[in-house]
């Protein structure tokens, strides 16, 4: 019977909710983002410690695919289009020199070590990708997604998901043995910026038609569900164009943003997703098996791995070297590697181009840099706060507070300054 | 891959979320409650129509099951077991009678139809329990939640659920040939009604410090998320108990309903609920498969079980001789069968009691009461309305506005008068 599962997912979700939330509040209290609360929830509760949450299952992973939209979603609508255009220069270069240099070092480290062409090319290719929600997420923990900084790191992650999505169907067909020509590289690029831009200027045209006439529906929540919805729809289709499911939500969220229900999609989403996102961060830290991390080979491969990529996006954070503000803010917050990577790593697994010890080293660096880029940026955010140069901006609220925030029950304790909208 | 189906289910959420919001809404227009929009939605978009919604999927049928804990739980958040308590002896009543009559009346019209002893028995129970999912869900989009006979209609279909159950678990045993002693009997009775008397008690003790500590934690969601995750904690206690998930939701709704945070937790479960809870009405509206319906004798024997499953129930309405207010009203709002029944179908279906004719007759009659019921019901409100009796007492609010009522933007339309919560 279909329901057997059922009884089991319930108890991984209050372990799984229970665990994020305190772990979450805890790390806080310690001055470190939630979201390391988060993924130290999922390695605790994951299949190679407690055994709790299994993120291959395949609700339990739709549930955390479904949040990593939600996300996104959320991230998009607290985005302007111009401030990120305007930082656009700085996130190209970002993003261009933060995929070439980390995948340049990764295949020269893997040939070094004794790696064929093709797997150096994989391993390499895994290191391209900054996971956008491990970035914004730390980011938004720490009031800094609306600062210059911010905004860089967040275009330029979009921007190297979407590359590293062309890479990875090069390296498919590589890996395959197909012959890899310049028209077929041409002809994926430019499905997946032509969906991003198609998607902002055709939904800016539509949108807001379709949501004032949403609006008209009394439901309550009705506003922010279609508005969901609508995130989904573009999740399918940026997948359906050979794009990336959370670019796709991400625009959604960037089209619905200078819409004037803004506001009250914002309310009903955010408080989706604190019941989704941490499935997706928890999930993240489950996946992790802390067994194999031990062996000789993957601790010396991977931790080469985790050398040239913390090395190679940290130093693309000083490319846009005409930047005024922080290159290091922005270098660190581009560190971590999250699901672009492990697809590129499952996929050399799965065509036997990576054996399994390569799997792990992969694993171990989106592991490893995953985790030490949220102490790491909640350190540069306090050396910065100590020299008075950034930390405390007026209007830094939004998504921040909404996704890690402050209290919003006004009967617990007073709201932050710095609580209203941007 | 694991990844295939989640494009799909990409998909099946945007046209499920769509539809529902659209319906639901065209619904309200024409003096219906939304939830009749929602099922019709579900029966468009079902596997016998357009197919796009699969009510079997596990993904799908997880997260409806986790629609239904949601709603469960928001309504025992807005349920006073004090007022509750005060219609208990008219509850009882109507429990009682709900379950002896239709099961009588149903044991008698399938052994005139010449079926045998235990398909007779098992058409008759699959008579017993009121979906509390749909007659809670139809009071509120009327706003007669909150009136005594909404109290008396919700007391009596969790009560006549839990009859269900233990009425389900001596089937089960004879279906199965195994002998049915009434030790066995009083065994899985007290269980079931053991669980909720000490869900409340030991968690009325020991809740209110839980949450205490938990408002504690400032990121916002955070109440809300825990409360959600206590409600699944007994939903799963509830099941391992032998009673209902549903159950256990609604008994940690109880439990909250009197803590100081519960309008903190409220906030975030309503919008968190806007998404899950149609997810739940879509997939019973999507597992009609309307080309069963045709034939001759599923049409017989299932008019013949609509006929008495109607008229047991609007009779139970009336067994409160003593109660002052519309009986008529408590015994429409009875009438909607849903999960239980189909549970005792699918079960005899599987143990060959049942032939796939007598399966689909069932399906009618819990589709019937379920469709014919919020009409039914508005029209009944509407002349108490007019006759000046019940419709707009103050203070209907809670849930009524919350699960589907009105417009919560304050941007868009001045809230409803009655909107303060009880």
Redesign the interface.
Known sequence: ???S???H???A??AL??TA??L??LA?RIGQP?VVGELIAGVLLGTSLLGLVNP?N??L??LA?LGVLVLLFEIGLHTDLRSLAKVGSQAITVAIVGVALPFGLGYAVSQALGLGTIPSIVAGAALTATSIGISARTLSDLNQLHTPEGQIVLGAAVLDDIVGLVILSVVANLVEGTAVTAGEIAKTSSLAIGFVVAAIVIGGLVMPHVFRL??R??????????G???A??L??LA??AGSA?IIGAFSAGLILHGT??R??IE??T??????FV?IFFVSVGAAVDIRTLGEPRVLLFGGALIAVGVLGKFVAGFAPFWFNGSKSLIGIAMIPRGEVGLIFAQMGLATGTLTSQLYSAIALMVLATTFITPPLLAMRVRSSAASAESADRPGDGGID??V??????P???PQRPQKGRD
């Open positions: 019977m279909i329901d599962y059922f009884p997912l319930l108890i979700l209050v909710l229970a939330k305190l979450g509040a806080q939630a291959t395949p609700v992973h739709a695919e949403v609006a529906i009394e439901a309550s929540g009705t506003l922010g569900v279609i969901l919805a609508f989904f729809l999740a399918w997948d359906e499911t004037p229900q506001q009250a309310k009903t955010t408080s989706i997703g604190h019941f941490p507070d909404l890690a925030g402050t209290s919003t029950y009967t617990q304790r």
